[in-house]
């Protein structure tokens, strides 16, 4: 059986996080992702990330690259981007998170490449955009978490500036910059015309605001940090102490508050008219959770969600060490093993697109190179000692 995406090669001149993590959702879907690696530096930076390092590979390293392809290539000679060139020609799109006035230097944007492969797509994910003066700045997941308001809106009402625990930005630019790839694909393989996808980080923190920004945009209004991670507008919609541990109790919908009070045995909650809508239960949310906390405090966390499981929105506050416990998670594939040479049998979290009737496999992340013989090979038939005059060059 065919994979999703097992017609597509990508070129991806990347390393760290958000680029790898982007290319890995796609080459988890089948997609050929040669990863292009400096021979220069030892490759992606993140080979050398510890904990769990040998030389030239980690942990981390692992997690973002498997299923891909290692070729090491220096893209500052001549001949490095000849070969670079010939590979444009029999791939589908070129990939990169460098900063984001590299790409047009590096000669690795549409403009540049369209004259080997008028079809090519290139996508750009950097911190700031490839245009405008913040082009040539670096930056990283902290650093935007900070400068677009997250950290303003992350936490209780008396903390300081907070970080999400998850490189969310990352991940979140990763996952955009690989819809911009396969949508500029698509539109490749009906046109004949490929295009530059640009993708920021920046860009996607800002989208991600989405609602807080249209109602700061539109009414002026700035949310403000919430007692219990409450939701700024639902009430409840929040995390309740109960008594061994914590819930969270997360009313979306009218219907979910008049369950929430069957369940409590506390059905005339439900018909006052201090809570009997959005808007009441927002106006009187002081009152409304002076009366839940006690309520919620009598009954420990499993024995709430016996009652509320199925009926009221819920889940219980656990560490991330009884979150990836959990056995439903080898049932879901999103616990995966993979074989490596050194570390053995990797466990690692599988992807979160599954298509019906496909079969994934998974490969430990490539060695520094290893398959830079068998690309030149099979894709652009170079002998065995036009490789070796190569290597002893510098050029791979």
Same mark, same amino acid.
């Given at each position: ?193 490929? %295009? ?64 929430? %009070? ?135």
């Amino acid at each position: 059986m065919t994979r999703p995406l097992d017609d597509v090669r990508i070129l991806a001149v990347s390393q760290f996080g958000a680029g790898p993590y982007g290319t890995l959702m796609l080459a988890d879907l089948g997609a050929e992702i040669i990863k292009i690696e400096d021979p220069g530096t030892n490759g992606d930076v993140s080979r050398g990330v510890p904990p769990s390092t040998i030389e030239n590979d980690s942990l981390y390293f692992q997690c973002f690259n498997r299923n891909k392809r290692s070729l090491q290539l220096n893209l500052g000679t001549s001949e490095g981007m000849e070969i670079f060139h010939r590979l444009v020609k029999i791939s589908h799109g070129v990939f990169n998170n460098l900063r984001g006035d590299v790409p047009a230097k590096l000669g690795i944007t549409y403009d540049s490449l369209k004259i080997h492969n008028p079809a090519i797509v290139c996508c750009s994910l950097s911190a700031y955009g490839r245009t405008g003066t913040a082009a040539r700045m670096p930056g990283y997941d902290p650093l935007m978490q900070a400068s677009e308001g997250y950290m303003s809106l992350t936490g209780g009402p008396d903390d300081g500036p907070i970080k999400c625990g998850v490189s969310v930005i990352d991940f979140a630019a990763g996952l955009a910059a690989a819809f911009g790839m396969m949508a500029g694909i698509h539109s490749a393989g009906r046109t004949g015309v490929g %295009c530059d996808v640009d993708v920021s980080l920046r860009d996607t923190a800002l989208s991600m605001l989405n609602y807080y920004a249209v109602w700061y945009l539109n009414l002026g209004r700035v949310p403000e940090r919430m007692a219990d991670s409450s939701h700024s507008v639902l009430t409840p919609a929040q995390t309740f102490r109960t008594r061994d541990g914590h819930i969270v109790i997360f009313c979306a919908k009218e219907k979910f508050w008049e369950l929430l %009070c069957a369940a409590l045995d506390k059905k005339d909650w439900a018909a006052d008219p201090r809570f009997r809508d959005f808007a009441a239960r927002s106006k009187n949310k002081t009152e409304l959770l002076a009366l839940l906390h006690p309520v919620i405090m009598e009954r420990t966390t499993a024995e709430w969600l016996t009652l509320l499981e199925g009926k009221v929105p819920c889940a219980p506050v656990r560490t991330l060490a009884e979150a990836l416990d959990d056995p439903a998670l080898v049932e879901q594939e999103m616990i995966v093993e993979v074989d490596h040479p050194h570390f053995g049998k990797v466990r690692e979290v599988g992807s979160p697109v599954k298509f019906s009737g496909d079969t994934p496999e998974h490969h430990a992340a490539p060695a520094l190179g290893a398959d830079t013989d068998s690309i030149l090979q099979t894709y652009l038939s170079y002998s065995v000692s036009q490789i070796a005059e190569l290597r002893a060059r510098g050029v791979i």
